[in-house]
């Protein structure tokens, strides 16, 4: 998105002409997918990790320029924050030991760019939601210096009319209530992006399968209980971004219009659906044009770049967002899950990849897909129990009912993995090592979420203040994250 946004502000012109041109890319996608060649020689999958900097004293360091001056990779881009960075790793194939060789690839990147950054007096860590986030760090100037974060805070503030109201309560009582000026909130928000290459005529198989893992995968992975020093959901991630970027007012939500961040709400039969409830439904926030002829292009047998249609699916905040990108002038189709938070380790980002790749390449294959047995609200209200319950979730599941998620892994869906990863042709290593983490979190019930929550009260109950436990917590994590150790595995304070 950041390469194709040029200004902070638009004209109402640009909204009318950005609208029609959006509609142009969309016809001209719908003919593309009916007699357009689309790459799919192997099958690549892609991951991102957002990062957060730390000063000494584990408050977030507001000065991620001079970071990445000093890691200088292109890997690391910056972020909506100061304080936040992104690691894009290159895509590679699935099948053999790539994913063993992914995680001494990742280690080692983060070993160098944690060694330069430490010169500067900065750690990083890859967690939900920092812990040690304040308001004070949302005053001033908190905005990374790209012309593109300034627009889409612009854009999402003019848009809702008034400031964003956060309003969320954990399960023990303790509550956000506050108003926020600006789209700083979500900047607190870090997570891991893994996205899938897929053919045309098996995206929307692939994309309801996501769909469907999405409970299942919060509950394994939940790691963002804290948020402005107060216990929330196991992954408040959740409710704070769809809050913190809500265009809607008060009165918009009571008419039933869709939030931009979105779970959806129908399975598909078409990436083409995805795309087209974007047009249908959500006005402009960042109304770019270009000179781009779409359907001239597409005539003269090249492949059109719809930028202004790829562009609007950026600013659409899927928990599985359709792609449509362009490499080496071929086109190609990707589905993103977005659906995890960063870390804790890199072992248990790859244990939560191998375990989102096994069980959808299982679930779109199934002659009977598991969606045609269940009701889409039935896969949302998964979804918002694993992100507000975490490993202590309760699933729905076709002919099993609702039952323990950690329950439905290892019965079900732990060995779905398994086969959907030979499937794609993986290691029995990569499965063995990978899949065992999940199966540990579940027998010993640990994830992110519950050690951080775990740890913050052993803390306290030493009688530490919240603030003093929270950084504490924060160095004991990233001693664990930093060892490369499943999160299952870390101690926990003495009582």
């Known amino acids: 998105m950041g390469a194709e946004v040029e200004q902070a502000k638009y004209t109402r012109e640009q909204r009318q002409r950005y609208r029609e041109k959006v509609r142009r890319d969309l016809d001209v996608f719908e003919r593309m997918l009916s007699h357009s060649q689309f790459e ?9 990790i957002e990062l957060n900097l730390v000063a000494d004293d584990l408050g977030p360091k507001l000065d991620n320029k001079k970071v990445l001056e000093q890691i200088a990779d292109p890997a690391y881009q910056t972020e909506l924050a100061r304080y936040n960075i992104e690691l894009n790793v290159p895509p590679r194939p699935l099948p053999g030991d790539a994913a063993l060789e992914l995680e001494s690839d990742l280690r080692a990147s983060l070993n160098r760019a944690a060694e330069r950054a430490a010169q500067l007096g900065v750690g990083i860590v890859a967690i939900g939601i920092l812990p040690t986030v304040m308001p004070d760090h949302f005053a001033g100037d908190w905005i990374s210096e790209n012309i593109r974060y300034s627009a889409l805070n612009n854009a999402v503030l003019e848009a809702r009319g008034e400031d964003v109201w ?47 893992i999405a409970g299942p995968q919060l509950a394994l992975g939940a790691n963002s209980p804290f948020f402005l020093g107060q216990r929330l959901w196991a992954e408040t991630r959740i409710p704070l971004f769809t809050q913190a970027t809500d265009t809607r007012s008060v009165e918009l939500k009571a008419q039933g219009v869709r939030p931009r961040v979105w779970f959806g709400e129908r399975w598909i039969t078409s990436i083409f659906d995805l795309f ?15 000179e781009e002829e779409p359907e001239a292009v597409f005539e003269r047998g090249e492949v059109p770049e ?40 890199i ?14 390449r299982v679930l779109a294959e199934d002659d009977r897909p598991v969606w045609t047995q269940m009701s889409f609200s039935a896969a949302e209200e998964n979804f918002e129990e694993g992100a507000r319950l975490g490993i202590d979730a309760r699933t729905y599941w076709p002919r099993l009912g609702d039952v323990p998620a950690t329950e439905l892994v290892l019965r079900r869906l732990l060995p779905m993995a398994h086969e959907g990863l030979s499937r794609w042709g993986v290691s029995q290593a990569v499965r063995d090592r990978f899949l065992g983490v999940i199966e540990q979190r579940c ?13 913050v009260a052993r803390l306290e109950a030493r009688g530490l203040p919240r603030d003093e436990a929270l950084r504490e917590m924060l160095r004991a994590y990233m001693e664990g994250m930093n060892a490369n150790e499943p999160v299952h595995t870390w101690d926990l304070p003495r009582g």
Not at 40 to 48: K, N, Q
Not at 174 to 191: G, K, N
Not at 310 to 320: D, E
Request: net charge negative.
């Open 166 to 212: 956060l309003n969320m309560e954990g399960p023990t009582g303790e509550r956000i209530a506050r108003y926020s000026d600006s789209l700083a909130p979500e900047s607190a928000c870090t997570s891991i992006q893994l996205h899938l290459q897929v053919q045309p005529e098996r995206f929307a198989d692939h994309w309801n399968a996501a769909q469907v």
């Open 443 to 455: 027998i010993k019930g640990v994830n992110g979420a519950s050690w951080q929550t775990d740890c």
């Open 306 to 345: 719809l930028k202004e249609l790829r562009l609007h699916n950026g600013t659409v905040y899927r928990w599985n967002r359709p792609i449509y990108d362009i490499v080496r002038g071929l086109p190609h189709l990707r589905v993103e899950n977005r659906t995890l938070p960063a870390g804790p380790s």
């Open 276 to 290: 087209e409830e974007n047009v249908r439904y959500f006005p402009a926030l960042l109304p770019e044009l270009t």
């Open 40 to 48: 799919f020689d192997r099958p690549m999958t892609g991951l991102e």
């Open 347 to 360: 072992v248990d980002v790859l244990a939560n990849a191998a375990f989102y790749y096994g069980t959808v």
